[in-house]
């Protein structure tokens, strides 16, 4: 049987079944890249979830896999050379979980750097962006008064709507007819966007055209859809 207590995150979500992947997460924006992507791919994995809300990712045990205090994160008891191979960062875990099943990214070098060129876009500017729209309108900045802070993620995010309205306008998904790890990176976002957060009033969501038809796309896949809800919130 495969061995993984050199790893301590198994002392705080023990592994039932040590020989498949052990998944880490909740179900927020960054976290379904992970679930959707292991719901796409169809690899064996175990669920468990880190309740955010009670620090669980501030524990020791936690720290020692992320030390960087974040959702989500996995433990491969089949990583590179057959090893136990643990991995954090949602961008860096769809490239890895691509590449070990070679799907859900090109094979051809200029598409492969073109699907991680989106990736990287999510991660450096959707993320970030919406996220301090959700803090500034949903969240505890909806009490300031000064509303500069809010209104600047706002004009941000509507730009970047406004990109990936672009790429969209020809093309069913973000590479074309190929659903990618891309797609993966930006649906929770731009879906939690104008349903969690409830700012599509404030990004001018009803205006687009492209972005709405891709996220209907995307939701009506099983594996997003399922992906969306794992693990359960507590």
Known sequence: MTDLSNFPITNQYPAKDPTILQYYGLPTPNGVKA???LEEIGLPYEVHLVDIMKNETWTPDYLSLNPNGKIPAILDPDGPGGKPFALWESGAILVYLADKTGKLIPTDPAARYETLQW???????VGPMFGQVGFFHKFAGKDYEDKRP?????AESKRLLGVLE???KDRPFIMGDDFTIADISLIGWVNNLVTFYEAGELVDYASLKAVPAWVERCLARPAVARGLKIPARP
Do not use: E, P
């Open 166 to 168: 672009g790429r969209l």
């Open 150 to 154: 809010r209104d600047r993620y706002v």
């Open 119 to 125: 990736v990287f876009w999510q991660m450096a500017s």
């Open 35 to 37: 679930s959707i992507m």
